[in-house]
């Protein structure tokens, strides 16, 4: 279950990181897509947030630094 979760997790991240630098490329339209931009950020936050609650290794990896 963890090796589904890392590839779904992983996935997430990188949709929304793409979904983000497409929309960000386009200055002419950065006031129209705003709040699409603030939405997509704000669920790449909870998708890592989820990231760190569901994956042990990522969670051993981040205790380790600390």
Known sequence: ???????????????LLVSIFQIAREPGKFKENAGTLVGLVIWLLVVIAIGFQELPWLRALVEKKA
């Not at 090796?3 to 996935?11: A, E, F, G, M, R």
């Open 1 to 15: 279950m963890i090796y589904v979760n890392t590839i779904l997790i992983s996935l997430l991240v990188v949709l």
